[in-house]
């Protein structure tokens, strides 16, 4: 009677482990195929190179983000934020439905406030999350913030 309850306590605990092991594994997944993709205003961010994009503080910069689904998933987003300038500053795309092996590409437009620091001009990070309650998939690229050289501020 003993080894029949010391038995099913085993196999209890052995499932359990599995169940676990199953859950931290699909919600570690990746959401895409490694390589997500964004234009800023239309012109291809690449990171890693010498002369980063500028973008001027004030504007509303239209963005698209691309990638190649590596799972089909439901719910999922995408959100585009910056890094390193202020905080709360990021978008969202509506949640939508991906399937595996297809290429997407979502349009957002972040709008970039006019308090930059005294700096004519700042590096930033725009960090990119596609992701859902299963997945996630995260990109940087660098840009330059960069504010009006002449900006008339009518105080009263």
């Given at each position: 009677?003993?080894?029949?309850?010391?038995?099913?306590?085993?196999?209890?605990?052995?499932?359990?482990?599995l169940v676990t092991v199953n859950i931290v594994s699909a919600a570690s997944q990746n959401a895409?195929?490694?390589?997500?993709?964004?234009?800023?205003?239309?012109?291809?961010?690449?990171?890693?190179?010498?002369?980063?994009?500028?973008?001027?503080?004030?504007?509303?910069?239209?963005?698209?983000?691309?990638?190649?689904?590596?799972?089909?998933?439901?719910?999922?987003?995408?959100?585009?934020?910056?890094?390193?300038?202020?905080?709360?500053?990021?978008?969202?795309?509506?949640?939508?439905?991906?399937?595996?092996?297809?290429?997407?590409?979502?349009?957002?437009?972040?709008?970039?406030?006019?308090?930059?620091?005294?700096?004519?001009?700042?590096?930033?990070?725009?960090?990119?999350?596609?992701?859902?309650?299963?997945?996630?998939?995260?990109?940087?690229?660098?840009?330059?913030?960069?504010?009006?050289?002449?900006?008339?501020d009518i105080l009263s």
């Open positions: 009677m003993k080894m029949k309850k010391l038995l099913a306590l085993v196999f209890a605990v052995l499932a359990l482990t895409t195929d490694g390589d997500i993709r964004l234009w800023v205003d239309g012109v291809p961010v690449v990171e890693g190179t010498t002369t980063p994009l500028a973008i001027f503080a004030q504007d509303t910069i239209p963005l698209r983000v691309g990638f190649t689904a590596a799972i089909d998933a439901q719910d999922v987003r995408i959100k585009v934020e910056v890094n390193g300038y202020a905080d709360d500053l990021e978008v969202k795309s509506q949640k939508f439905d991906i399937i595996e092996g297809s290429f997407y590409t979502k349009a957002m437009a972040l709008e970039i406030p006019f308090d930059l620091k005294d700096e004519l001009s700042d590096r930033v990070t725009l960090k990119v999350t596609i992701y859902n309650d299963d997945c996630e998939s995260v990109e940087e690229f660098t840009v330059v913030i960069q504010r009006e050289s002449y900006l008339v």
